[in-house]
Protein backbone atom coordinates (compact mmCIF):
# COMPACT_ATOMS: atom_id res chain seq x y z
CA UNK A 1 0.00 0.00 0.00
CA UNK A 2 1.26 3.48 -0.84
CA UNK A 3 2.44 5.86 1.40
CA UNK A 4 -0.01 9.15 1.58
CA UNK A 5 2.70 12.02 2.26
CA UNK A 6 2.15 15.84 3.08
CA UNK A 7 4.38 18.19 1.51
CA UNK A 8 4.24 22.03 3.09
CA UNK A 9 5.33 25.10 1.07
CA UNK A 10 6.04 28.69 1.36
CA UNK A 11 7.92 28.14 -2.33
CA UNK A 12 11.04 29.03 -0.49
CA UNK A 13 14.41 27.16 -1.47
CA UNK A 14 14.60 25.74 1.46
CA UNK A 15 10.76 23.71 1.26
CA UNK A 16 11.91 23.01 -2.40
CA UNK A 17 14.82 21.13 -1.00
CA UNK A 18 12.61 19.21 1.71
CA UNK A 19 10.20 18.15 -1.26
CA UNK A 20 12.82 17.02 -3.17
CA UNK A 21 14.47 15.25 -0.29
CA UNK A 22 11.25 13.42 0.32
CA UNK A 23 10.98 12.41 -4.02
CA UNK A 24 14.25 11.11 -3.36
CA UNK A 25 13.64 9.25 0.32
CA UNK A 26 10.71 7.88 -1.40
CA UNK A 27 11.92 7.53 -5.26
CA UNK A 28 10.96 3.31 -5.31
CA UNK A 29 7.76 3.40 -3.10
CA UNK A 30 4.31 4.10 -4.58
CA UNK A 31 3.11 7.87 -2.72
CA UNK A 32 0.56 10.01 -3.10
CA UNK A 33 2.05 13.68 -2.73
CA UNK A 34 -0.04 16.80 -1.14
CA UNK A 35 1.20 19.95 -1.97
CA UNK A 36 -0.14 22.08 1.02
CA UNK A 37 0.59 26.12 1.64
CA UNK A 38 -1.71 27.72 4.13
CA UNK A 39 -2.11 31.50 4.14
CA UNK A 40 -3.62 34.61 6.00
CA UNK A 41 -2.21 37.85 4.51
CA UNK A 42 -1.84 40.28 6.66
CA UNK A 43 -4.67 43.26 6.10
CA UNK A 44 -6.79 39.97 5.80
CA UNK A 45 -6.60 38.68 9.46
CA UNK A 46 -8.52 41.95 10.61
CA UNK A 47 -11.51 41.34 8.26
CA UNK A 48 -11.43 38.32 8.85
CA UNK A 49 -12.69 38.00 12.45
CA UNK A 50 -16.09 39.44 11.28
CA UNK A 51 -16.35 37.83 8.19
CA UNK A 52 -16.11 34.92 6.29
CA UNK A 53 -13.75 35.01 2.92
CA UNK A 54 -16.69 34.60 0.90
CA UNK A 55 -18.27 37.39 2.69
CA UNK A 56 -15.30 39.58 1.82
CA UNK A 57 -14.73 38.42 -1.41
CA UNK A 58 -10.81 37.89 -1.11
CA UNK A 59 -10.61 34.61 -0.02
CA UNK A 60 -11.54 33.05 -3.15
CA UNK A 61 -8.86 35.29 -4.93
CA UNK A 62 -5.84 34.27 -2.79
CA UNK A 63 -6.75 30.76 -3.07
CA UNK A 64 -6.87 30.78 -6.59
CA UNK A 65 -3.66 32.77 -6.70
CA UNK A 66 -1.94 30.04 -4.64
CA UNK A 67 -3.26 27.03 -6.76
CA UNK A 68 -1.66 29.01 -9.64
CA UNK A 69 1.62 28.34 -7.86
CA UNK A 70 1.42 25.21 -6.26
CA UNK A 71 0.39 24.11 -10.01
CA UNK A 72 3.36 25.16 -11.32
CA UNK A 73 5.60 24.49 -8.55
CA UNK A 74 3.50 20.13 -8.80
CA UNK A 75 5.74 20.69 -12.14
CA UNK A 76 9.00 21.59 -11.25
CA UNK A 77 8.79 18.67 -8.76
CA UNK A 78 7.10 16.04 -10.92
CA UNK A 79 10.69 16.54 -13.09
CA UNK A 80 12.48 15.04 -10.73
CA UNK A 81 9.88 12.20 -9.28
CA UNK A 82 9.03 8.88 -10.17
CA UNK A 83 6.63 6.78 -11.77
CA UNK A 84 5.44 5.90 -9.08
CA UNK A 85 4.63 9.55 -7.36
CA UNK A 86 1.44 11.32 -8.03
CA UNK A 87 0.18 14.29 -6.90
CA UNK A 88 -2.55 17.02 -5.49
CA UNK A 89 -2.94 20.76 -4.71
CA UNK A 90 -3.96 21.58 -1.75
CA UNK A 91 -4.41 25.52 -0.33
CA UNK A 92 -6.20 26.76 2.43
CA UNK A 93 -7.05 29.98 4.66
CA UNK A 94 -5.94 28.23 8.01
CA UNK A 95 -2.62 27.77 10.40
CA UNK A 96 -0.39 24.75 9.17
CA UNK A 97 -0.52 22.76 11.88
CA UNK A 98 -4.46 23.35 12.06
CA UNK A 99 -4.86 22.27 8.34
CA UNK A 100 -2.40 19.70 8.25
CA UNK A 101 -4.41 17.49 11.10
CA UNK A 102 -7.39 18.09 9.07
CA UNK A 103 -5.84 16.58 6.16
CA UNK A 104 -4.64 13.77 8.53
CA UNK A 105 -8.18 12.88 9.07
CA UNK A 106 -9.71 13.32 5.79
CA UNK A 107 -6.39 12.05 3.67
CA UNK A 108 -5.16 9.53 6.17
CA UNK A 109 -1.35 11.17 6.53
CA UNK A 110 1.13 8.84 6.95
CA UNK A 111 3.50 11.22 6.85
CA UNK A 112 4.47 15.37 6.82
CA UNK A 113 7.29 16.31 5.40
CA UNK A 114 8.92 19.77 5.75
CA UNK A 115 11.80 22.44 6.21
CA UNK A 116 12.40 23.87 9.02
CA UNK A 117 12.17 27.79 8.07
CA UNK A 118 9.34 29.64 6.68
CA UNK A 119 8.84 32.89 4.19
CA UNK A 120 8.85 35.54 7.50
CA UNK A 121 9.17 38.21 4.87
CA UNK A 122 6.35 37.42 2.13
CA UNK A 123 4.13 39.92 1.56
CA UNK A 124 1.09 38.72 0.22
CA UNK A 125 1.30 35.19 1.76
CA UNK A 126 2.55 34.00 4.86
CA UNK A 127 3.59 30.32 5.88
CA UNK A 128 1.14 30.69 9.41
CA UNK A 129 3.59 28.38 11.31
CA UNK A 130 6.62 27.09 12.26
CA UNK A 131 7.90 23.59 12.02
CA UNK A 132 8.05 23.46 16.21
CA UNK A 133 4.18 24.42 15.97
CA UNK A 134 3.77 21.65 13.84
CA UNK A 135 5.89 19.13 15.61
CA UNK A 136 3.79 19.59 18.89
CA UNK A 137 0.08 19.30 17.32
CA UNK A 138 0.92 16.69 14.72
CA UNK A 139 -1.18 14.13 14.48
CA UNK A 140 1.04 11.80 11.95
CA UNK A 141 4.59 11.65 11.91
CA UNK A 142 6.32 14.54 10.63
CA UNK A 143 9.70 14.63 9.13
CA UNK A 144 11.79 18.07 9.13
CA UNK A 145 14.67 18.56 6.77
CA UNK A 146 17.08 21.02 8.08
CA UNK A 147 18.11 23.89 5.73
CA UNK A 148 21.64 21.85 5.40
CA UNK A 149 20.53 18.51 5.04
CA UNK A 150 22.12 16.41 2.16
CA UNK A 151 20.16 13.96 0.61
CA UNK A 152 22.23 10.60 0.65
CA UNK A 153 21.85 7.14 0.71
CA UNK A 154 20.38 6.20 4.07
CA UNK A 155 22.17 3.52 6.19
CA UNK A 156 22.12 4.40 9.74
CA UNK A 157 18.47 5.37 11.58
CA UNK A 158 19.31 6.88 15.35
CA UNK A 159 16.67 6.40 17.89
CA UNK A 160 16.60 7.97 21.19
CA UNK A 161 14.28 6.16 23.46
CA UNK A 162 13.46 5.79 27.06
CA UNK A 163 11.22 2.60 26.62
CA UNK A 164 7.97 4.65 27.85
CA UNK A 165 6.03 4.54 24.97
CA UNK A 166 3.77 1.89 23.82
CA UNK A 167 5.22 0.81 20.82
CA UNK A 168 2.57 -1.46 19.37
CA UNK A 169 0.33 1.76 19.36
CA UNK A 170 2.96 4.01 17.43
CA UNK A 171 2.63 4.99 14.04
CA UNK A 172 5.53 2.86 12.86
CA UNK A 173 4.92 2.33 9.28
CA UNK A 174 7.35 5.06 7.69
CA UNK A 175 9.86 3.37 9.61
CA UNK A 176 9.57 0.39 9.48
CA UNK A 177 8.85 0.74 5.62
CA UNK A 178 12.84 2.13 5.86
CA UNK A 179 14.26 -0.73 7.66
CA UNK A 180 12.41 -2.87 5.22
CA UNK A 181 15.12 -1.44 2.72
CA UNK A 182 18.39 -3.79 2.31
CA UNK A 183 21.22 -2.52 4.60
CA UNK A 184 19.69 0.14 6.10
CA UNK A 185 20.16 -0.20 10.07
CA UNK A 186 18.01 1.45 13.29
CA UNK A 187 20.32 2.07 16.56
CA UNK A 188 17.90 2.34 19.09
CA UNK A 189 19.89 4.47 22.04
CA UNK A 190 18.68 4.01 25.75
CA UNK A 191 20.28 6.36 28.66
CA UNK A 192 20.43 3.81 31.39
CA UNK A 193 18.26 4.81 34.82
CA UNK A 194 16.54 2.86 37.86
CA UNK A 195 13.26 3.17 36.46
CA UNK A 196 14.13 0.54 33.57
CA UNK A 197 13.55 -1.99 36.16
CA UNK A 198 10.16 -1.51 36.34
CA UNK A 199 7.23 -3.81 34.99
CA UNK A 200 6.05 -1.19 32.35
CA UNK A 201 9.59 0.06 31.03
CA UNK A 202 10.52 -4.18 30.72
CA UNK A 203 7.29 -4.63 29.00
CA UNK A 204 7.96 -1.86 26.52
CA UNK A 205 11.24 -2.44 26.02
CA UNK A 206 10.26 -6.43 24.87
CA UNK A 207 7.85 -5.04 22.57
CA UNK A 208 10.37 -3.08 20.74
CA UNK A 209 12.11 -5.95 20.80
CA UNK A 210 9.54 -7.96 19.12
CA UNK A 211 8.65 -5.23 16.63
CA UNK A 212 12.62 -4.88 15.49
CA UNK A 213 12.99 -8.30 15.02
CA UNK A 214 12.62 -8.98 11.49
CA UNK A 215 15.24 -5.88 11.00
CA UNK A 216 18.87 -4.60 10.95
CA UNK A 217 17.88 -3.21 14.81
CA UNK A 218 20.51 -3.06 17.74
CA UNK A 219 19.60 -1.47 21.10
CA UNK A 220 23.37 0.88 21.89
CA UNK A 221 23.24 1.40 26.43
CA UNK A 222 25.00 4.88 27.35
CA UNK A 223 24.95 5.97 30.92
CA UNK A 224 25.25 10.03 29.52
CA UNK A 225 21.86 11.22 31.19
CA UNK A 226 22.02 14.75 28.38
CA UNK A 227 20.19 12.60 25.99
CA UNK A 228 21.29 15.84 23.05
CA UNK A 229 25.18 14.77 24.73
CA UNK A 230 24.65 11.41 24.05
CA UNK A 231 23.19 12.21 20.71
CA UNK A 232 25.87 14.10 19.68
CA UNK A 233 28.73 11.67 21.00
CA UNK A 234 27.17 8.49 18.87
CA UNK A 235 26.70 10.91 15.93
CA UNK A 236 29.91 10.87 15.76
CA UNK A 237 31.05 7.26 15.96
CA UNK A 238 28.40 6.56 13.42
CA UNK A 239 27.51 8.25 10.30
CA UNK A 240 24.03 8.65 11.53
CA UNK A 241 21.26 9.95 8.28
CA UNK A 242 18.19 10.42 10.14
CA UNK A 243 16.90 10.90 13.84
CA UNK A 244 13.32 9.33 15.20
CA UNK A 245 12.11 10.76 18.25
CA UNK A 246 8.47 10.12 20.03
CA UNK A 247 6.60 13.36 21.24
CA UNK A 248 5.42 11.78 24.40
CA UNK A 249 4.76 14.11 27.48
CA UNK A 250 5.85 11.55 29.70
CA UNK A 251 9.24 11.30 28.29
CA UNK A 252 12.21 12.79 28.31
CA UNK A 253 12.00 13.53 24.56
CA UNK A 254 8.81 15.91 25.23
CA UNK A 255 11.25 18.45 26.42
CA UNK A 256 13.30 18.50 23.40
CA UNK A 257 9.95 19.71 21.65
CA UNK A 258 9.70 22.34 24.43
CA UNK A 259 13.14 23.74 25.49
CA UNK A 260 15.43 25.22 22.83
CA UNK A 261 17.24 22.17 22.93
CA UNK A 262 14.82 21.37 19.77
CA UNK A 263 16.57 24.32 18.07
CA UNK A 264 20.41 22.30 18.57
CA UNK A 265 18.84 19.23 17.32
CA UNK A 266 16.99 20.24 14.49
CA UNK A 267 17.11 23.45 13.28
CA UNK A 268 21.38 23.74 13.51
CA UNK A 269 21.99 20.29 12.59
CA UNK A 270 22.38 18.52 9.01
CA UNK A 271 20.48 15.62 10.22
CA UNK A 272 17.00 15.32 8.85
CA UNK A 273 14.51 13.83 12.12
CA UNK A 274 10.95 12.03 12.28
CA UNK A 275 8.67 12.82 15.23
CA UNK A 276 6.34 10.31 16.03
CA UNK A 277 3.59 11.25 17.86
CA UNK A 278 1.74 9.80 20.48
CA UNK A 279 -1.08 7.10 20.36
CA UNK A 280 -4.16 8.64 20.61
CA UNK A 281 -5.39 9.63 23.70
CA UNK A 282 -1.97 9.13 25.73
Do not use: W
Not at 126 to 134: C, E, K, P, S
Request: aromatic share 10%; glycine share 6%.
Amino acid sequence: MGLRIAIPTDFSKNAYQAAHFALDLFRDQECTFYLTHTYTPAFYRAEYLLHSPGQIGLGDFYRERVMKKLRKYEKQLRLKASESHDFFCHAAFNSLAEELNEMGRKETLDLVVMGTQGATGAKEVIFGTHAVQVLHKASCPVLVVPEEAEVSALQHILFPTDFTPNYEKLQLKVLLGMLGRPGISLHVLHAFTEADSEPERLQSRRQLEKILHPFRAEIIETGETDIVRAINQYARQVPVQLLVMVRNEHTFLENLLVTPVIDLIGFHSKIPFMVLPPPAGE
